[in-house]
Nanobody
């Protein structure tokens, strides 16, 4: 199975930028799509951005125009470029991978904190 490891989180001021990385190991070619979700304590995870194995992407309404998801097949890695960050973007960001059969794998999460 696939193991996903996120990195790149940290503390940034409002208006700043961060780039998150999600490195996949294992059956990389079995992944149909990958996505970034985020979650704050006591709240349900919400979709931030997703990308298919063919490169088609989609975004949550709250991040459209500010975030960009991309992937590097050679590195088995998906990225989330986050620009114009707002305090409301503060959350733990999780990488998710979905296999062709519909099975889902989650990373451990990386903290993003945006100060006002």
């Amino acid at each position: 199975q696939v193991q996903l490891v996120e990195s790149g989180g940290g503390l940034v001021q409002a208006g700043g930028s961060l780039r998150l990385s999600c490195a996949a190991s294992g059956s990389f070619f079995s992944i149909k799509a990958m996505a970034w979700y985020r979650q704050t304590p006591g709240k349900q995870r919400e979709l931030v951005a997703g990308i298919t194995s063919g490169g088609r992407s989609n975004y949550g309404d709250s991040v459209k125009g500010r975030f960009t998801i991309s992937r590097d097949n050679a590195k088995n890695t998906v990225y989330l470029q986050m620009n114009s960050l707002k305090p409301e973007d503060t959350a733990v960001y999780y990488c998710n991978g979905v296999s062709g059969s519909g099975d889902s794998t989650w990373g451990q999460g990386t903290q993003v904190t945006v100060s006002s």
